[in-house]
């Protein structure tokens, strides 16, 4: 096998850069053919944009990637691996809409009902457009076409009111942790496809069930199986140069690791901070220049007091434009909120998230908040990946590219779910399969 062999010119087989899903997935499945995988990860922790800690809130939650759902299958493989269990957000009874200045307040499901002709209208022609929506490269006209456009300006040929426009302008802005007008209508018509046309269940993937032990659970029972991996810690990885016979990464403390493969999962936004050489092609350096569409937050916020399991949305003008009801806590409510853009409003401030909740519930009292800025960390400088215009196909060939020795992976490059945890280990598994079979023959 190929780890047998490491000769002196290689310090590993596979050098993956970033311990994500998607760099600890790849590492399980590498090693467990005895391929040689080292891990060089920046952070002092495994798991990336999934994050579970204790919080000032007062218990353990995820400030991260969170909800799960069977519709996701790779991420189910692994929930159904390892024997994990979920826990379902709970059925909310409430729902209060801002459009303009005007709050408006019904059941959950009248709020779902007023969403629901012009959310069937925007996404009609997601199964005809990608009846296998894991094989859209090369893109078809239709879909070089198509993602040009941003859901902006889908939902602008909409014939509205204006609760439903708000309401369709908010969903999109909290589904792309973005502005809709930098969101590609390609991304959500990829969503919509991979849940079978519907986007309630769509929704219902995005929203409804969290692992019972956090994404923690799932991340250390997939690093036990990775038993033999060498996962370095505290390593920034600056440099990438690809060799006649391997490639040569190169770290910020000055050291340097040589192997046969790099798999690069740095989110897209951050890609342009490790310098490789040759220059990434195919539109790729262009894109993370121009970044892609996910720019917003998240915030865990305890409120005083049983305040009712409700939701609220609001347009993509508002600083905070969705929240949904979690969990009680010892009398009072844990909730969490979404917002579109960053660097609004002081995160770590009660009354300034106060401020906003207020906007839909008046009565509100904020006793605590926890979040991180995903979105201002240098190590990630977005959410969840969403792809803007354009950007579909630099993306797609380099998740497909294997003319060189840099791969990349992650839930940014993922075939289906991007976005998602389970894009993060599909891609992870892809380009691992596809160096486990290159090595293979090599050897
Ligand atoms: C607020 C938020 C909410 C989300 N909600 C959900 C959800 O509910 N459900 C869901 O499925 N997904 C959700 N996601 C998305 C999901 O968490 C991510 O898509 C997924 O975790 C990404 O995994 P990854 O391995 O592709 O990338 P990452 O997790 O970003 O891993 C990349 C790793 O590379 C490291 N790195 C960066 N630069 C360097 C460097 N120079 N050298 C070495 N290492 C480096 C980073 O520290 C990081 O650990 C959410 C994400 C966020 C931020």
């Not at 096998?1 to 590492?27: N, R, W, Y």
Request: proline share 4%; glycine share 10%.
């Amino acid at each position: 096998m190929p780890s047998q062999e490491i000769d002196m010119h290689h310090d590993t087989d596979v050098i993956i850069v970033g311990g994500g899903f998607a760099g600890i997935t790849a590492a399980r499945e590498l090693t467990r053919r005895g391929i040689g995988a080292t891990i060089l990860e920046a952070r002092d922790r495994l798991g990336g944009r999934t994050w579970t800690r204790d919080t000032a809130l007062g218990r353990e939650l995820d400030l991260g990637g969170t909800w799960v759902h069977w519709i996701q299958p790779h991420v189910w493989a692994e929930i159904t691996r390892y024997g994990l269990d979920l826990v379902a957000s709970p059925e909310l009874d409430t729902a209060y809409w801002r459009a303009g200045d005007e709050v408006h307040t019904g059941t959950a499901d009248a709020m779902i009902d007023l969403l629901d002709a012009s959310m069937t209208a925007v996404l009609a022609d997601a199964r005809r457009v990608l009846p296998q929506p894991y094989d859209y490269f090369p893109l078809s006209d239709e879909i070089k076409s198509l993602d040009q456009i941003s859901v902006a300006e889908k939902i602008t040929e909409q014939d509205l009111d204006p609760q439903q426009r708000a309401l369709l302008d908010g969903m999109w802005a909290v589904n792309f942790s973005g502005d809709p007008t930098r969101a590609a209508y390609t991304q959500a018509l990829r969503w919509c496809a991979l849940s079978g046309g519907d986007w309630k269940l769509m929704f219902e993937a995005c929203a409804t069930y969290k692992l019972a032990g956090g994404t923690q659970s799932l991340l250390d029972a997939i690093t036990a199986d990775a038993p033999t991996a060498d996962i370095r810690l505290n390593t920034t990885v600056t440099g990438i140069d690809e060799t006649a016979d391997g490639v040569t990464v190169t770290c910020s403390d000055g050291t340097s690791l040589h192997g046969r493969r790099v798999i690069l999962t740095v989110p897209l936004n951050i890609l342009g901070t490790i310098a490789v050489t040759p220059a990434l092609g195919h539109g790729l350096s262009a894109l993370a220049a121009e970044g892609q569409a996910s720019s917003g937050v998240k915030v865990w916020i305890r409120v005083k007091g049983d305040v009712g399991r409700f939701a609220a949305l609001a347009d993509s003008n508002a600083v905070l434009n969705f929240v949904q009801y979690e969990y009680p806590l010892d009398g009072d409510s844990l909730i969490v909120a979404f917002g579109p853009r960053s660097g609004l409003i002081d995160l770590d401030d009660p009354r300034a998230v106060e401020a906003e909740l207020r906007k839909w519930r008046p009565d509100l009292e904020v006793v605590a908040v926890d979040s991180h800025d995903w979105t201002a960390d240098p190590l990630s400088g977005e959410t969840w990946p969403m792809l803007a215009p354009n950007q579909l196909d630099a993306v797609a060939h380099a998740a497909r590219d294997t003319t060189r020795r840099t791969r990349f992976a992650g839930s940014d490059y993922a075939r289906g779910w991007a976005g998602f945890i389970d894009g993060a280990i599909e891609s992870g598994m892809q380009t691992a399969r596809q160096i486990i079979t290159e090595l293979e023959s090599e050897n």
